[in-house]
């Protein structure tokens, strides 16, 4: 756990050089993308790699590791379905017309609509049933 820590303090302090380069006028915005690039990759290591470690260690929960992701997968297939590609007027009065762009942005938006709506009952259940304990 400790090591944890510290590889989040140097995440952030590297952060916080590269914002202060970009204010102070030592880099160019180049360098902000870069680093975010290389968080959003370890990010998506962590989301892959962290799992796996968890469903070796814990053979039973990945019953439940699998309900779950196949709960996603069933509902982004839905939203898939759902989600239109019509092209859509721009604000320079000409058309997005990419179909494969259209649809993959609209069922991020459904999936999106899906979880803010999910929170919410979560948090609202959670607070209902805290009340009955």
Excluded: H
Excluded at 12 to 35: E, K, N, P, Q, R
Excluded at 46 to 74: D, E, H, M, Q, W
Aim: charged share 10%; aromatic share 8%.
């Amino acid at each position: 756990m400790k090591k944890l820590s510290i590889i989040q303090y140097v995440l952030i302090a590297i952060s916080v050089i590269t914002v202060a380069l970009y204010f102070v006028g030592a880099s160019d915005v180049d360098l902000m993308l870069i680093w975010g690039y290389i968080l959003l990759g370890i990010a998506v290591a962590a989301v892959i790699i962290l799992p796996l470690l968890n469903l070796v260690k814990n053979p039973k929960g990945a019953v439940r590791s699998l309900v779950g992701l196949a709960i996603v997968v069933v509902l982004a297939g839905i939203c898939y379905t759902l989600s239109s590609d019509t092209p859509v007027v721009n604000s320079a009065g000409g058309f997005f017309e990419d179909s494969t762009v259209l649809k993959i942005s609209d069922t991020g938006l459904y999936l999106t609509y899906i979880a803010l709506a999910v929170a919410i009952l979560v948090a609202i259940g959670g607070e209902i049933r805290n009340a009955f304990k």
